[in-house]
C-alpha cells in the first residue's frame, strides 16, 4: 500500500496552475494538485472528444426523435424557432461549464465543482446531490435514446409489415438489443477515440446526405409560410403558448448532455483548453445541423397529417417515405439515422459510466469499491460500464408497465441534468467569480450572464416541464415527472443518511494497487 501522502485530497482549493512539479506530465500534475492520481490513459484528442461530445448531443438526430411528439404541440413553428431560443441557452449553459471544465479539468465535472467552490459547511451534500443528479439524468437519458432507436427500428419493419401493429414488447426487445450492443463498443479504452471519431463523421456524412437528398427527390415542397408560420396544436391545451412550452421539452431533449465532453478530462491531453472547445464546438454544429436539417425536412413534407397519423410511430420515417416514395429508399435513409443513433448511445455509455467511475472514486455510490476499479487491461472503468448498462436494460421494462412513466424518467434527464449544472454555478456567484482561480477559458461578464440565464432555465424547466403534455389530464396521459423527481430525490437523502455522510470523499488518503489497477 502507498504512503498515505501519495494520494492527499485537496480539500476545498483549486488546481495550481502555477505550481512547479517534477512530474513529466504536467496534465497528471494538475491532476495530482487535485487529490487525484492518473488511472485512465490520455488516449483521446480534442477531435475524438468533440465526437464523443457532439455523438452524445447530436442535435440533428434528437431533431428527428423529437418530431414524434414536437409536431403535435407546435409544428413547425415550435421546431424551427425553439431550435433557435435551446441554442442560446446552450451557449449559456457551454460557457458555464466550459470555464468550470478549464479551471477544474476533472473527470467528476459538476459534482468536483460543486464541492471545490461550495461554502465549505455544505460542499459535502452539494457535491453528493450534484452527482447522484447528473448520474440518474445520464441512465435516463440513455434510456431515452435506446427506446428512440428500439421505435425506430421497429417502424421500419411496420413499413414494410403495413399489416402488422407494434406491440410494445416488440420495442421493449430492439431496446434491449441495441442496449447490448452499444454496451460492447465501450468494453475497449484503446478503440474509444477511433470510434468516436468514427461515429462524427457517420453522423455529419449521414445528416449532408439526407440534407441533400430529401429535399431534391421530394416531387412537392411547401411554401416558407408553411415552414417557418405554421403552428399546430393537437395537445388539448387552449393556451397556444403553454402548448409550445410543453412541446419545447422535445427540442431541448436534442440538445442536452453538454457536460458529456467534461468526463473526459482525463483521457485528453491539456483538457484546460481542449474541454471548452469542445463543448462549445458541440454548441456550435448542433446548432448548424439541427436548423437546416429541420427547415429542409418541413420544406420536404406531403401531408403533414400523414405524419401525425403514421402507423410506424416515427413522422420522420413517413417523411422519407413520401418524399422517395421508395419503401426500400425511406428505411435506407432511416437507416443512417440509426447508425447516427447508435453512435449518440455508444457516447451515452461513454458519458455515464465514467460519471459512475468518477463519482464511485469519491465514495459516492453503493459498491464503491467495486464500481471506482479500472480494468487495466482494457483501459476502462468496466464495473462502472456494466452496471450503468445493466440499470438501463432494466428501465426498458418500465416502458411495458407504463409508456407514459417512462417517458416522463426520460424528460426528467433534462431538468436533473441542469439542475446538476445549476449547483456549482449558483456556488461560484455566491463565492463570487472574481474569487475563484481560473483557467484559460474565463470570459468575464459574459460568463456571468451565461450563469444567470443557466439558472433562470433550469427554473423555468423544472416548473414548466412538469406540465401534463395534453389536456384533459387522464391516469393514463399524466406528466409523472414529479414523481420521478421524488424517487431520485428520496433514494439520494436516504443513502446519504445510511452511507454518503459519512463516507463521501473519505478515501483515508490512501491509494491502493491490486493486480496492477489503482482502486480507491
Not at 189 to 198: D, E, N, V
Not at 402 to 415: L, R
Request: net charge neutral.
Amino acid at each position: 500500500m502507498a504512503p498515505p501522502n501519495e494520494a492527499k485530497m485537496a480539500v476545498n482549493r483549486l488546481p495550481n496552475y502555477d505550481s512547479k512539479s517534477s512530474s513529466p506530465d504536467p496534465d497528471a500534475a494538475l491532476l495530482a494538485d487535485m487529490g487525484y492520481v492518473q488511472d485512465m490513459k490520455r488516449n483521446f484528442s480534442v477531435w475524438s472528444v468533440l465526437g464523443v461530445g457532439f455523438s452524445l448531443t447530436n442535435s440533428w438526430f434528437g431533431i428527428s426523435t423529437a418530431l414524434v411528439t414536437g409536431i403535435n404541440s407546435g409544428g413547425p413553428v415550435l421546431i424551427i424557432y425553439g431550435i433557435i431560443l435551446i441554442t442560446f441557452v446552450s451557449a449559456s449553459v457551454g460557457i458555464s461549464l466550459a470555464e468550470l471544465a478549464s479551471a477544474m479539468p476533472n473527470a467528476g465535472g459538476q459534482y468536483f465543482w460543486a464541492y471545490e467552490i461550495a461554502p465549505p459547511k455544505f460542499a459535502k451534500f452539494a457535491s453528493y446531490l450534484t452527482g447522484w443528479f447528473a448520474w440518474a439524468g445520464s441512465i435516463f437519458t440513455s434510456a431515452s435514446v435506446a427506446l428512440g432507436l428500439g421505435s425506430a427500428v421497429m417502424g421500419c419493419v411496420q413499413l414494410f409489415r403495413p399489416e402488422m401493429t407494434i406491440q410494445r414488447w416488440h420495442i421493449l426487445l430492439a431496446y434491449l438489443a441495441i442496449n447490448t450492443l452499444s454496451f460492447l463498443f465501450n468494453t475497449h479504452g484503446r478503440l474509444l477515440p477511433t470510434i468516436a471519431t468514427i461515429t462524427l463523421y457517420i453522423s455529419l456524412l449521414s445528416f449532408l446526405t439526407i440534407l441533400i437528398t430529401i429535399p431534391s427527390i421530394a416531387p412537392t415542397h411547401q411554401p416558407p409560410s408553411f415552414v417557418f408560420a405554421t403552428f399546430t396544436n393537437n395537445t388539448g391545451w387552449s393556451s397556444p403558448s403553454i402548448a409550445f412550452v410543453v412541446g419545447l421539452i422535445n427540442t431541448n431533449w436534442a440538445f442536452a448532455c453538454l457536460d458529456c465532453a467534461t468526463h473526459l478530462a482525463e483521457e485528453v491531453a491539456n483538457p484546460s483548453r481542449m474541454i471548452p472547445i469542445a463543448i462549445l464546438g458541440t454548441v456550435a454544429i448542433g446548432c448548424v445541423t439541427s436548423w437546416t436539417y429541420s427547415v429542409a425536412m418541413f420544406f420536404s413534407i406531403q401531408d403533414l397529417q400523414a405524419l401525425l397519423d403514421t402507423k410506424t410511430g416515427v413522422p420522420v420515417l413517413e417523411l422519407f417515405y413520401q418524399a422517395v416514395r421508395s419503401k426500400g429508399a425511406a428505411v435506407a435513409l432511416e437507416g443512417l439515422i440509426l447508425m447516427t443513433g447508435m453512435g449518440c448511445l455508444v457516447a451515452s455509455h461513454t458519458w455515464q459510466s465514467r460519471l459512475c467511475w468518477s463519482f464511485a472514486r469519491d465514495n459516492g455510490l453503493p459498491f464503491s469499491r467495486f464500481l471506482s476499479r479500472v480494468d487495466d487491461n482494457l483501459g476502462v472503468p468496466f464495473n462502472a460500464h456494466l452496471v450503468s448498462c445493466l440499470i438501463v436494460s432494466v428501465l426498458g421494462f418500465l416502458y411495458l408497465g407504463s409508456v407514459t412513466a417512462f417517458n416522463s424518467m426520460a424528460a426528467a434527464c433534462i431538468v436533473l441534468l441542469y439542475i446538476s449544472y445549476s449547483i456549482p454555478i449558483f456556488c461560484l456567484l455566491i463565492k463570487g467569480r472574481e474569487n475563484v482561480r481560473h483557467g484559460p477559458f474565463w470570459l468575464g461578464w459574459v460568463g456571468k450572464v451565461a450563469n444567470w440565464v443557466l439558472l433562470g432555465w433550469t427554473v423555468f424547466t423544472f416548473v414548466m416541464y412538469s406540465f401534463p403534455p395534453v389536456m384533459p389530464v387522464r391516469l393514463g396521459n399524466m406528466n409523472y415527472v414529479c414523481v420521478v423527481y421524488g424517487v431520485v430525490f428520496a433514494g439520494v437523502v436516504g443513502w446519504w443518511h445510511i452511507e454518503g455522510k459519512r463516507s463521501f470523499k473519505e478515501r483515508g488518503g490512501v491509494v491502493e494497487v491490486v493486480q496492477d489497477e489503482v482502486v480507491r
